[in-house]
């Protein structure tokens, strides 16, 4: 690779180390050349996350996220670090570059406020954010020949999309967003709100309810996203466990005990994390 490109790649090697440790920790366990392809998928998908959480206005973010899908059709003769180190990637590995569409779809919709009545109207923004970055996934992994292998990483992304709502419940609900289904809210009685600490507000359980059957849900989506595990390499396979295990690990914990995402942002530990890429990759080598 020539000097600019290398840059590039350690650019989005930064921002996926700074800005992504649960999937930094998954991606380590791939060799360099895919380690790399990945970081320059996850800098171009965090660089569409900022501009619908930054502190634009709505009219701004909208106009940056037009902007964003315009370089996208001439990726290749883009300068810009990341758009340089994504065009590079795609050349080398079958990346579905439309993936990076339905993703600004997704950030679109957190843009204009979009709500959920329905959990399928959820899944359907969940694959755009997500299940869109499983695919992209994908592409760098490689698998063996299956029709259902893209879809497989659609519901992997799904599930992992759905624990990050769990645990980001509080913080979406003081930006003024809500993801959980409006029906689900209405079966379990639930009125989503925050104390004057900024603590989610249960005075009855029915949301601690609510998270734990939304926290077996999201299990059923990744018990069929899981199975793209064994189309994959060992490496890639270990990768993908690892990430999911993190997650899992994560919603587990969630469903144990629904209070602690009242109040703050659960998270495992440095340690934790190494013990489940460990797991993955020794457990997917025996």
């Not at 992304?157 to 289904?181: F, K, S």
Request: proline content about 3%.
């Amino acid at each position: 690779m020539s000097g600019t490109l290398d840059e590039a790649y350690a650019r989005c090697a930064s921002i996926t180390k700074e800005r992504a440790r649960n999937f930094y920790y998954g991606i380590r366990l791939l060799p360099g050349p895919k380690r790399a392809a990945l970081c320059a998928v996850y800098a171009l998908a965090r660089r569409i996350d900022d501009i619908g959480d930054g502190d634009l206005r709505q009219a701004d973010k909208a106009a940056g996220l037009t902007a964003l899908r315009v370089a996208l059709r001439d990726i290749d003769g883009s300068t810009d670090p990341v758009l340089l180190a994504v065009a590079d990637a795609a050349r080398r590995y079958p990346i579905p570059l439309d993936a990076f569409d339905d993703l600004v779809d997704g950030v679109e919709m957190d843009v204009t406020g979009h709500s959920y009545d329905s959990f399928d109207d959820l899944v359907g923004y969940c694959r755009c954010v997500a299940g869109s970055v499983g695919r992209l996934c994908l592409g760098v992994f490689g698998s063996r020949p299956d029709p259902k292998a893209s879809g497989y990483a659609d519901a992997l992304g799904i599930a992992l999309q759905q624990t990050n709502i769990l645990r980001d419940l509080r913080e979406d609900l003081a930006d003024g967003r809500v993801y959980l289904p409006q029906r689900d809210l209405d079966r379990f009685g639930v009125e989503l709100a925050l104390d004057e600490q900024g603590a989610l507000v249960d005075k009855d359980g029915e949301l601690a309810a609510l998270i734990d059957f939304s926290a077996a849900r999201a299990r059923g989506w990744y018990r069929d996203g899981l199975r793209l595990v064994p189309l994959l390499d060992r490496r890639s396979a270990a990768c993908c466990t690892a990430m999911s295990g993190i997650y899992q690990r994560l919603l587990d914990r969630i469903a144990e005990r629904p209070d602690t995402v009242y109040d703050q942002r659960l998270s495992l530990s440095r340690w934790q994390k190494a013990g489940v890429a460990t797991h993955a990759l020794l457990g997917r080598a025996s």
